[in-house]
């Protein structure tokens, strides 16, 4: 029996093929190959639904995102059974996401944005937004905003990628977390765990903490600090200026004051992330917690290269947007 690894290998190496023939399927093409395995994945061991229209239309029903997302899963795990392990000896797929991953047999995961390369995903820890994902993922770009505006839908996969768990991570936060990681756990590991913290739980619209995370960026450069400290000011008057004129809410002279304080603190690196920590506690309160000791570890550990974005509602939100404009 192979393991997960190694079928997830068979597959990166035959991704491009796998996808042409999953748009085949997707276009109403060779469903008969497919139809026992979608027998066994659909419910009660029928067939889906939305097959018998795809077979004879060569398009599918008038269906939401998320419905459009199971039924790839559907196909993608049709495709790997009879196409790309064909000539393996592989047990019987399942999806199954409760159990934390799409694939449990290939701890492998199945993402399909669409066109604004976003997708909601669970929450389970906002150190996921540096450490990424336990398990690889495919991303599958659709064109379904596109294809619902001109009916019937006629899905296809426009372009794909495989992705490590660990760039199922932030970019730009795993960037800046990957150039401090060092210096800063040699010269206080209790600071170190701070930056770690404020970047994991940023909120980068928030005017105070994308100017910190700025300073984070030069954390070891004082004069770039001061430099950022400067900006800051100046972006926070000419801003305010035209919110008054536009009548919109002001930024707050707390969020100026505590970045003008920071020029009072030597080192001025220890200025900078206690304002950050300061930000962390007085925005989510008990909610933030210091990274426990399995996910430190791995922060120490991590190839910190993080590929795409995250930000946090009452889920993440993964924007895919960097992974294919590169």
Not at 29 to 44: A, D, H, I, Y
Not at 78 to 93: A, D, I, K, M, P
Not at 228 to 257: Q, T
Not at 285 to 312: C, Q, T, V
Request: glycine share 4%.
């Amino acid at each position: 029996m192979m393991s997960p690894k190694e079928l997830r290998t068979i597959l990166q190496n035959n991704l491009d093929e796998t996808l042409f023939q999953l748009n085949k399927l997707l276009s109403g093409q060779n469903l008969e190959s497919v139809k026992p395995v979608l027998k066994r994945l659909g419910r009660n061991q029928a067939l889906p639904h939305w097959y018998q229209q795809l077979k004879r239309e060569h398009a599918l029903p008038n269906l939401d995102g998320k419905t459009i997302g199971s039924i790839i899963e559907m196909l993608f795990v049709s495709v790997l059974e009879t196409f790309t392990y064909r000539s393996y000896e592989v047990s019987n797929l399942t999806i199954n996401p409760a159990k934390g991953v799409d694939i449990p047999e290939l701890e492998l995961g199945i993402k399909s944005p669409s066109e604004n390369f976003c997708t909601s995903e669970p929450f389970f820890s906002a150190y996921e937004r540096l450490l990424g994902n336990e398990y690889d993922a495919v991303i599958l770009l659709t064109d379904y905003q596109t294809a619902k505006k001109k009916p019937p839908l006629k899905i296809k996969i426009i372009n794909w990628q495989y992705l490590k768990g660990s760039q199922i991570a932030d970019r730009n936060l795993c960037r800046v977390a990957k150039i401090h990681r060092e210096w800063l756990f040699n010269e206080n590991r209790a600071q170190a765990k701070k930056v770690l913290r404020f970047l994991a739980y940023i909120n980068q619209q928030d005017w105070q903490a994308k100017h910190l995370l700025k300073m984070i960026e030069v954390l070891n450069d004082e004069k770039g600090i001061i430099n950022r400290i400067e900006a800051a000011i100046k972006h926070y008057h000419n801003s305010n200026l035209k919110n008054e004129k536009a009548g919109k809410e002001l930024i707050p002279i707390d969020a100026l004051n505590t970045i003008s304080r920071i020029k009072k603190i030597s080192p001025l690196y220890l200025g900078v992330i206690q304002a950050a920590d300061d930000w962390v506690i007085n925005t989510h309160k008990d909610f933030a917690r210091i990274p426990n000791d399995n996910e430190w570890n791995r922060y120490l550990s991590s190839p910190l290269d993080g590929m795409i974005g995250m930000s946090f509602a009452l889920q993440w939100r993964y924007h895919f947007a960097s992974v294919f404009k590169t």
